[in-house]
């Protein structure tokens, strides 16, 4: 029986599968709608890098053939053939998603699914339905991330967008629109022997003949990428010369008669120099006063002065016209936008090209961290409730509910007793949250079975269906005979807040740390209050205040995480 994923489900494919030669089958249909499926071949930063890694109907390969498009057999709408070792170092996710051709919405779409079969075996699917999804065009099935072991995640988010928001969501452009290559049909021979049995592949349309040499319209590229190199795009029709753009020509005056216009009287000689005779030409004396200066380098031209013909310069960015001054030659006086300054960011200016850079990061993912300080929780993946620290909302969409979460009596007593209590808040519902306290980093930890350490006031939020407790470090020579800790175990994720960029280091038998610096460390550290409180050394006067530290053990892949900050 194959495992079953829902939406926000995470494995590792080791515990799905032994094999490292998989077979992903994608089914996807609803009635009038046509999809492209595709695979993304990411960088550690979730771009695509390498357009190489752009797996489609168009591509379908990865260099080394790791990534390989099959086509529609066993049912599938289109199926692929990934080989995780021979994946290169720099792919650090591939991202499965499938994209609307044409009008239409996901909500459409009829019951579908997401399967990996190794073996000949299918051993993990997830199913989806059009109720998940609403005006979306563009989806993202499912993922295999590299997080030290390769994991498949069932992400199941989209855009409204389409194509061109998912390219612009892993990093990519979308191409101009030309007339569409003919696509390349997948290699029969690519389908490894364990995959389901393939059915006959449809035969490829007939291309399309070359219409009479007639104006027409460029068609739109298939999916808006660039077809094949060597196609070159058809020429932009030059604009029409404005009449009010061109310098103004002043024309020699013939008197009536035809008669011959005299020469211009000479220019009077410098201060100080005698007058040349009429008729002959003057030596060229020094640049002076009321003489040309030696040739410069050509200035821009000035108030109300056309721009005198130059030799040919190389070309530079062009700069927006000044004040009296004509635009370039052919370019209309509207296209330069009123109170735009110099130096403006690229697309436009004012308010909404200043706060671009701040704008929300959709990743599809449960957690996303916005920037250091802010983080976002999407309820909808996963279907289970957040617990958070109480007034750590600053922002939520969609329809959330919060809630008073009690610790009971008895969390009462102990969290008193040992200063590890929390005042938590429960979030539930359809939307997302956003978390921050204080302007502290935040850093998201992901938990898939192990546990880890941390302080309670070192903890903003973490997925309800993580296990905590408080645990308790033996120690001799501090009053109380001990500290606490609190303990956080399963699967999901805790966002851990430091004062400022932690370290994190490994633990070794000479590891001691600051007890008021400490954030988080590995459960299966051995940890010993150390105190160097002696008799000889408080007979003197003053303390250097690190009497009490922490003194880890443990053997080698334990760590601890210590900030620039004493609590």
Known sequence: MPREFQRGHKARISDLTAGTDLYVGVQISGPGLSFDISCFGLDADERLSDDRYFIFFNQPKSPEESIQLLGAQA?????????LDRIPAGIHKLSFTATIDGAG??????????????????????????????????????????????RFAAVGQGFDGGLDALLKNFGGEVAEEETPAAPQQPQADAAPSFAPPAFAAPAAPAPV?????????PQPAAQG????????????????PSMHAAPTIVAPMT?????????????????????????????P??????????????MPPGYGQPPSPQAPQPPQAPMPPGYGQQPPFGQQPAQQTYGVPQGAPQGGAGVTAALQKFRETPTGQRWTQQ?????????????????????????????????????????????????????????????QVFLADNATHLHPVELQGDAICVSAENVLA??????????????????????????????????????????????????????????????????????????????????????????????????????????
């Open 209 to 217: 003949p070359a219409p009479a040499p007639a104006p027409q319209q």
């Open 225 to 240: 990428f660039a077809p094949p190199a060597g196609v070159p795009a058809p020429p932009a029709p030059a604009p029409a």
């Open 75 to 83: 049912g599938d709408t289109e199926s692929f053939r990934v080989t």
């Open 462 to 567: 973490f997925d309800e269906s993580l296990q905590y407790e408080v645990r308790r470090i033996e120690g001799h020579g501090i009053p109380g005979g001990a500290l606490f800790t609190m303990q956080f175990q399963g699967t999901g994720t805790i966002v851990v807040k430091t004062h400022g960029t932690p370290v994190v280091l490994p633990v070794t038998p000479t590891t001691f740390a600051d007890c008021n610096a400490v954030v988080a460390w590995s459960a299966a550290s051995q940890v010993v209050v150390s105190s160097q409180v002696r008799m000889r050394r408080n007979a003197y006067a003053g303390d250097t205040g690190e009497s009490v530290n922490l003194q880890f053990r443990g053997a080698p892949g334990n760590f601890i995480v210590v900030q620039p900050y004493e609590v």
């Open 371 to 431: 920037n250091k300080k802010l983080i976002r929780v999407d309820l909808g993946i996963g279907g289970q409730p957040v617990l958070a620290r109480q007034g750590s909302m600053v922002l939520y969409q969609g329809k959330v509910d919060f809630s008073y979460k009690g610790a009971g009596f008895a969390g009462r007593i102990v969290g008193n007793a040992t200063g590890q209590e929390m005042q938590l808040m429960r979030c539930t519902g359809q939307g």
């Open 105 to 150: 919405q996901m909500s459409q779409v009829g019951p579908g699914y997401l399967r990996i079969v190794a073996g000949g075996e299918e051993v993990a699917r997830y199913a989806f339905g059009g109720s998940e999804f609403s005006t979306e065009r563009a989806v993202m099935l499912g993922d295999f991330y590299l997080k030290d072991v390769w």
């Open 255 to 283: 008197p009536p008669g035809g008669a011959q216009v005299p020469p211009p009287a000479p220019a009077p000689a410098p201060y100080g120099q005698p007058p040349q005779p009429y008729g002959q030409p003057a030596a």
């Open 285 to 298: 004396p020094p640049p002076g006063y009321g003489q040309p200066q030696a040739p410069q380098a050509p």
